[in-house]
């Protein structure tokens, strides 16, 4: 990029010549062609980054002059487009002359013009843009007829107020059934879908007329259509066979956006109709492999990623073309990772064996990325399917390989298994012992494996001394190893006294002079159990082990529901519903998902399977906690303490004794005073915001929703529920989300105090409930507040 | 859901074009996606849609440059990447060849594509023999300013009118990929052949097509099942000329093409079919320093057919010393970039079989990690002109224009090797 001193010079150049130019006398011809030159020249100075703002009146007067020839008239409105919004002065001038061209002979030059004039966003223009594309959209032209209704849509995101008011809406929903040209009501789909007044207009009449014209559409168009379609719900089956049978050679085109599309709605026809639902996903299966085997990667990773929903939802349907998802070798790592995942979703009984071979394959491969997945994915299998004999063989045959990286992957899933599967513990851990722990450097993996020799160190020989390199290095090793060992040296002690008293004593000295918290708390507790009484110590720390049943699935079935609610959409490709990553569907809810900035998880939430061994821990340490407290100590806790983890230290007692009154109380007749709040607090939403992110939560709860209650919510777009809230000086600051869940914010003041109080609220639908986070300035106005504010959900 | 704006970076991720439809994000977003994609390319799982604080970034590589969208909104995903695709197509179409320096030069007509193809975020035409009328390029740009072609506002979208040809000609090339994948021990895995009926049209007006085909389906309906070879073709695919009710109605393939190349028509074929070309790799290990390959290629297709520009790809271990090649046909040689053999059979006629012999050493020294994971599978590319998997065979193409001109049909045949992979032992 030239220097600033360069540019200045340039500018000033340019700025000469277009001086010379606008004001030059030569031949019609060569003035063209020059000016063409420097605006070529200033557009290409633009796009490498470069401010060409400066020049706005030359280029103006510049082009004006020559207006006739399109290519240079094109590159004016270009350049008029980009730097109107810092020329809001100046951008007066070329209201004129682009509202002239708005009436020109040329419907291309027309639609140029509005094009360019909805583009300006600069607000307080947007009075002169209004009656332009009033004129456009009666246009003779569909060109400028299709341009005036986007413009519809632009002028609404700078002043909704001023679409509304010109009833130009009205216009777009008329022209929907009314314009003969297909990309025309294409468009005003859009316009109306955006607005979020489209669902209103959905009705059998509406469908039909769609349908019987789609053919006319194109392919971006038809998308769109289908999209609109998706949302209809039929009023009964013979309706949507009908639609389905009209729809049905969509499948068959070559657009994988429009057989997307159509799947998109053939699957939600058919939700509330079992038995036509697997039809429908039979019918669609070949289709949508064509698309993955014929479409390029990209298109075909977004296919996939639609083929694991659905084969999360159904897995039948494709356990016997699993050889569709086997990977080839030049395919892009997101491919193959994904088909991994396909393939771990769809092994049942019949091709678990099948699929672990060629799984198998992958293991040995060179990308070492894929390699580990394709151990993950043989583990997940065989934890699945569990009848299938010899994918526990092939998994143990990894640690063959003699890859530090698979024997550690393989650890971890051993661990998995033989969780799950006691009695196969004992074919297990003959390999694992074979292991020198020297070899595994992950520390999840050496985590897994301190695990493995704890729980069954009874049938290892030499567990004892493969743990003791372990716990010499104690102070280098990871935090997780080391909460790990600890357990699994006690666990170890109780099997073996004689062998494992050292290694006790070690560990036990190592830990308790650690610095990381967790792990020295840890090592207090075992030891002032184990001086206590090591019968209960030993019932505590390793209480009897059955299998465990299930482990928590990385995904709910409810938030798969979520996501395929949204089929054909991002949130496919990132596995997680729209409201985590994205600005709310709706314009009117546009703020509230945002407002609270960074807190919406990152939407690719890769599941960190090694947490559960850490989650069993923390299991344990709870059970011994509690365990403790009723037998053990004499603090008179219930067991149902909100905490127990934190209990055993007492802080949940020091704290309980600080605030007020239990909150959970909300049968006592006489309770606490309402709390007074301050009428029309003011909090701006940067406040909000920073407050929100700082302050911690302070109390927590979920309500359950009456009926009318959840219409009120919903009625009106909110508005009825949030006024009411405010009536009792509970302040709105941003409300939001899509059917089925939504999303409040909410703030109020304490009146005789500064205390802030910040509510979220989250209300689902499917679950008629409403869960409540709040956040105060200090905890007893927070209690209360609590209190009150569940009773008026209670009571809405 | 429409998109906010796209971007072209290079791969360093400079802009070279962007445009902005919504106006809802910052044009420094293309800094962050580079950033991003470097992040995930370090871990190794960069996918084609990225996701970084509230933005999505939706992207496509193509030579040395990416094209890129990106939205806050929950867009549909699987469309925008096939758009970014259709416009890519459209740029090669004006441009020939899509790179930065094509692009660079010609950064004026690129911007007026970009005005067309989308507005406002929402997708429009991407059809680039429609938008050639609409945007000229300098080498043919007409002296006065066109019209809007109707093309762009009637229902055919895909042709305009007024289209003229000295002579009438008609290309179709029906071309077979098979996708193979044999497993170590010999048995098929996978078989899979993907057809397409590709089109070349030099025809004037709007002439009207109809295609016939040996088709099972059509066949059978017309009770003449039996008397002639007919295949049954699984997921039939037709570009959007194709009238689809008529299809299902009559299986009658007819449509107003496109003007130039386009795919009339895709399927695919699952069952499984014999390898056409297979190739058995045997592994003698002499000694730690001395290794030999012997390969059998045999052609499994009839006599009367020839396989032509086979290629087969074997794989070598990394630190082959000095392979030493003979073969009983064609040329192999070494290339130590691919760490492979590539042997060459220009003609490879049906039910025969080559051998080729490999001898190579191997360092004497063991390397630091012995096993380093699987060798990667043999590769075979070939085509087979006259010569369809499937069976599939035209049985007509009938061309006809109000004019009442004669037009001339081509019909080519070819199989070629797609995905085409065997494992080695």
């Known amino acids: 990029m030239p220097g600033e001193g360069k540019s200045r010079g340039e500018l000033g150049e340019i700025k000469t010549q277009l001086a010379a130019l606008t004001g030059s006398s030569g031949s019609k011809g060569d003035a063209v062609a020059a000016k063409k030159d420097l605006f070529k020249k200033i557009i290409n100075y633009m796009t490498i980054g470069i401010d060409m703002s400066s020049l706005f009146v030359q280029v103006m007067t510049c082009g004006v002059s020559n207006s006739e020839d399109i290519v240079l008239k094109k590159m004016l409105y270009l350049y008029l487009s980009t730097y109107a919004q810092s020329n809001p002065d100046l951008t007066l001038l070329t209201i004129n002359l682009l509202t002239k061209d708005c009436k020109d002979q040329d419907p291309t030059i027309r639609g140029l013009a509005l094009r360019s004039l909805c583009s300006l966003r600069v607000p307080n223009l947007v009075e002169y843009i209004v009656s332009p594309i009033s004129q456009g959209l009666r246009d003779g032209h569909p060109y400028m007829r299709r341009t005036a209704v986007m413009g519809v849509l632009k002028v609404y995101k700078q002043d909704s107020s001023a679409v509304k008011i010109s009833g130009m809406l009205d216009t777009v929903r008329e022209m929907t059934l009314k314009d003969a040209d297909a990309q025309v009501v294409a468009n005003c789909l859009s316009v109306l879908q955006q607005v979020g007044v489209v669902q209103s207009m959905i009705s059998r009449v509406f469908v039909y007329a769609m349908l019987n014209r789609l053919k006319e559409f194109s392919e971006w168009a038809q998308c769109q259509v289908l999209d609109v379609i998706s949302t209809y719900r039929p009023s009964g089956e013979q309706e949507v066979y009908d639609i389905m049978n009209v729809l049905d050679d969509r499948l068959s085109h070559s657009n994988s956006a429009v057989v997307m599309a159509t799947v998109k709605v053939f699957l939600h026809l058919t939700l509330s109709m079992p038995a036509t639902h697997q039809q429908v996903l039979e019918r669609i299966k070949d289709p949508l492999i064509t698309l993955v085997s014929r479409d390029h990667y990209e298109t075909a990773y977004a296919v996939l990623a639609h083929f694991h929903l659905i084969a999360q939802r159904a897995p039948i349907i494709f356990s016997q073309i699993y050889t569709s998802f086997y990977c080839r070798m030049n395919e892009p790592s997101y491919i193959k990772q994904l088909k991994l995942e396909i393939l771990t979703a769809i092994a049942d009984e019949t091709n678990a064996y099948e699929i672990a071979t060629e799984l198998t394959e992958y293991v040995n491969d060179i990308d070492e990325q894929l390699a580990r997945e394709a151990v993950r994915a043989v583990g997940t299998i065989a934890l699945e399917v569990q009848d299938v004999a010899g994918i526990v063989e092939r998994l143990l045959g990894f640690l063959e390989i003699g890859k530090d990286f698979i024997t550690a992957e393989t650890i971890i899933q051993i661990k998995d298994l033989v969780r799950r599967y006691p009695d196969i513990a004992e074919a297990c851990i003959s390999s694992v012992a074979s292991i020198s722990p020297s070899d595994i450097e992950e520390p999840e993996a050496k985590a897994a494996f301190v695990w493995i020799l704890g729980e069954h160190g009874q049938g290892i020989q030499d567990a004892p001394y493969l743990l003791e390199p372990v716990a010499a290095n104690f102070a280098a090793e990871e935090v997780r190893v080391r909460l790990a060992l600890l357990p699994a040296v006690a666990k170890l002690f109780f099997k073996r006294p004689p062998e494992s008293h050292r290694l006790l004593g070690i560990t036990l000295a190592a830990a308790a002079a650690d610095t990381n918290q967790d792990v020295h708390d840890r090592a207090l507790l075992y030891y002032r159990l184990l001086q206590r009484d090591p019968e209960l110590a030993k019932r505590i720390i390793q209480p009897a082990s059955a299998g465990i049943a299930n482990f928590s699935e990385e995904q709910s079935a409810e938030l798969r529901d979520r996501i395929f609610d949204e089929f054909n959409s991002l949130a496919v490709c990132y596995k997680a519903p729209s409201s985590s990553f994205a600005q709310a569907a709706n314009e009117e809810g546009g703020e509230g998902e945002d407002l609270v900035g960074g807190s919406p998880a990152r939407p690719v939430k890769m599941v960190d399977e090694g947490s559960s061994l850490l989650s069993e821990h923390e299991q344990e340490e709870a059970a011994a906690a509690e365990h403790l407290q009723q037998n053990g100590t004499s603090t008179p806790t219930t067991t149902a303490t909100a905490a127990p983890a934190m209990d055993f230290l007492g802080m949940g007692d020091l704290l309980g004794g600080l605030s007020a009154p239990a909150p959970a109380a909300p049968a006592v007749p006489a309770g606490p005073p309402p709390l007074a709040l301050r009428s029309q607090p003011a909090l701006g939403p940067p406040e909000f915001q920073q407050k929100w992110s700082t302050l911690q939560p302070s109390a927590r709860f979920t309500q359950q929703l009456s009926a009318s209650g959840l219409g009120l919510i919903e009625a009106n777009g909110h508005k009825d529920f949030c006024t009411r809230l405010g009536l009792a000086n509970i302040m709105t600051m941003a409300s939001g989300g899509a059917p089925p869940t939504y999303r409040f914010y909410f703030h109020a003041q304490r009146a005789e105090r500064d205390t802030r109080i910040l509510v979220e609220t989250i209300v689902s639908k499917p679950a008629g409930s409403a869960s409540v986070t709040i956040k105060a300035d200090d905890q007893d106005t927070a209690d209360h507040f609590a209190s009150q504010f569940k009773e008026r959900l209670a009571n809405l | 859901?429409?998109?906010?704006?796209?971007?072209?970076?290079?791969?360093?991720?400079?802009?070279?074009?962007?445009?902005?439809?919504?106006?809802?994000?910052?044009?420094?977003?293309?800094?962050?996606?580079?950033?991003?994609?470097?992040?995930?390319?370090?871990?190794?799982?960069?996918?084609?849609?990225?996701?970084?604080?509230?933005?999505?970034?939706?992207?496509?590589?193509?030579?040395?440059?990416?094209?890129?969208?990106?939205?806050?909104?929950?867009?549909?995903?699987?469309?925008?990447?096939?758009?970014?695709?259709?416009?890519?197509?459209?740029?090669?179409?004006?441009?020939?060849?899509?790179?930065?320096?094509?692009?660079?030069?010609?950064?004026?007509?690129?911007?007026?594509?970009?005005?067309?193809?989308?507005?406002?975020?929402?997708?429009?035409?991407?059809?680039?023999?429609?938008?050639?009328?609409?945007?000229?390029?300098?080498?043919?740009?007409?002296?006065?300013?066109?019209?809007?072609?109707?093309?762009?506002?009637?229902?055919?979208?895909?042709?305009?009118?007024?289209?003229?040809?000295?002579?009438?000609?008609?290309?179709?090339?029906?071309?077979?990929?098979?996708?193979?994948?044999?497993?170590?021990?010999?048995?098929?895995?996978?078989?899979?052949?993907?057809?397409?009926?590709?089109?070349?049209?030099?025809?004037?007006?709007?002439?009207?097509?109809?295609?016939?085909?040996?088709?099972?389906?059509?066949?059978?309906?017309?009770?003449?099942?039996?008397?002639?070879?007919?295949?049954?073709?699984?997921?039939?695919?037709?570009?959007?000329?194709?009238?689809?009710?008529?299809?299902?109605?009559?299986?009658?393939?007819?449509?107003?093409?496109?003007?130039?190349?386009?795919?009339?028509?895709?399927?695919?074929?699952?069952?499984?079919?014999?390898?056409?070309?297979?190739?058995?790799?045997?592994?003698?290990?002499?000694?730690?320093?001395?290794?030999?390959?012997?390969?059998?290629?045999?052609?499994?297709?009839?006599?009367?057919?020839?396989?032509?520009?086979?290629?087969?790809?074997?794989?070598?271990?990394?630190?082959?010393?000095?392979?030493?090649?003979?073969?009983?046909?064609?040329?192999?040689?070494?290339?130590?970039?691919?760490?492979?053999?590539?042997?060459k059979i220009k003609n490879f006629p049906g039910g025969r079989e080559f051998l080729l012999r490999c001898k190579f050493g191997l360092p004497s020294v063991e390397a630091e990690d012995e096993t380093q994971g699987r060798m990667p599978p043999i590769r075979v590319s070939f085509e087979i002109p006259y010569f369809t998997v499937s069976g599939i065979q035209v049985r007509y193409l009938k061309v006809i224009e109000k004019s009442g001109y004669q037009a001339l049909p081509w019909v080519r045949y070819i199989t070629t090797g797609g995905e085409y992979e065997i494992r080695m032992g």
């Not at chain 2, 072209?8 to 044009?27: E, H, N, Q, T």
């Open chain 2, 1 to 343: 859901m429409a998109c906010s704006a796209l971007f072209i970076l290079d791969l360093k991720g400079r802009v070279i074009l962007s445009r902005d439809y919504r106006g809802d994000v910052p044009l420094k977003l293309a800094e962050r996606f580079i950033t991003k994609l470097n992040e995930l390319e370090e871990s190794g799982k960069p996918s084609p849609v990225l996701y970084d604080e509230g933005v999505s970034y939706i992207y496509i590589q193509y030579s040395n440059l990416y094209l890129m969208a990106v939205a806050r909104n929950n867009i549909n995903a699987a469309a925008i990447l096939l758009f970014l695709h259709k416009l890519r197509e459209v740029f090669t179409h004006y441009f020939q060849e899509l790179e930065e320096e094509s692009l660079r030069d010609n950064f004026v007509i690129a911007y007026e594509l970009l005005d067309e193809v989308m507005d406002f975020g929402y997708p429009q035409f991407t059809e680039a023999k429609i938008l050639s009328e609409f945007i000229k390029t300098d080498a043919h740009k007409m002296e006065v300013q066109a019209r809007p072609p109707m093309a762009v506002t009637n229902a055919v979208s895909w042709r305009s009118e007024g289209i003229k040809y000295k002579k009438n000609e008609v290309f179709l090339d029906v071309v077979e990929s098979v996708n193979l994948l044999v497993n170590s021990n010999g048995t098929v895995v996978r078989s899979e052949v993907v057809g397409a009926l590709k089109m070349r049209t030099f025809l004037s007006g709007m002439p009207e097509c109809k295609l016939g085909l040996n088709d099972k389906v059509l066949f059978e309906a017309q009770g003449r099942a039996g008397k002639s070879k007919a295949v049954d073709l699984e997921d039939m695919k037709f570009h959007q000329c194709v009238r689809l009710a008529r299809f299902d109605n009559d299986r009658t393939i007819s449509f107003i093409p496109p003007d130039g190349a386009f795919d009339l028509m895709t399927y695919r074929l699952s069952q499984n079919v014999r390898p056409l070309i297979w190739v058995e790799c045997l592994v003698e290990k002499h000694s730690r320093s001395r290794t030999e390959y012997l390969v059998k290629a045999r052609s499994q297709f009839k006599e009367r057919s020839s396989a032509t520009n086979v290629e087969i790809l074997l794989p070598l271990p990394p630190d082959a010393i000095t392979p030493t090649v003979r073969t009983s046909q064609g040329a192999a040689t070494y290339a130590p970039e691919k760490e492979a053999l590539i042997w």
